[in-house]
């Protein structure tokens, strides 16, 4: 089984203090231990980055530790590169759903998932995803 991890259950599952730690660490797990192929969109890199460093305390990490985090994580889970054709598919789907504004991240990570021929996209932020049209939302999983 194939598995793409949204930047939001990645973040839980990377930050012992946040509330969907244990829910999000069992599935991350899974790519850890082989069960599951476990891929993330290289865009949730800079925003996994982003995120980390910039959290309230206690969640918050430094810059350094940020580096180690991403480091590790890549062992197991494989980063799906998007091209200049990747990012015209996203932008063009959002303007046939006439969605503005963030949502092309979702649609960003959408396509590497699609990219990548997942079996499941997770996230904690479904709706976000199951809008994007069937091919997306039929993929959705949410971690319990």
Do not use: W
């Amino acid at each position: 089984m194939k598995v793409l991890y949204d930047t939001s259950v990645l973040i839980a599952a990377l930050l012992v203090e946040h509330s969907n730690h244990a829910a999000a660490l069992s599935k991350l797990e899974l790519a850890r231990q082989g069960e599951v192929k476990g891929y993330l969109s290289t865009h949730s890199l800079a925003e996994l980055y982003s995120v980390m460093t910039r959290l309230p305390l206690p969640l918050r990490v430094t810059p350094g530790e940020a580096v180690v985090i991403l480091a590790d994580l890549t062992e197991y889970v494989e980063p799906v590169p998007l091209v200049a054709n990747d990012y015209q598919r996203a932008i063009g789907l959002m303007a046939q759903l006439n969605l503005p504004g963030g949502g092309i991240f979702d649609a960003l990570i959408s396509q590497a998932a699609l990219k990548a021929c997942v079996d499941h996209l997770m996230t904690f932020n479904a709706k976000d995803f199951v809008r994007l049209g069937e091919e997306i939302s039929v993929l959705v999983r949410v971690p319990e």
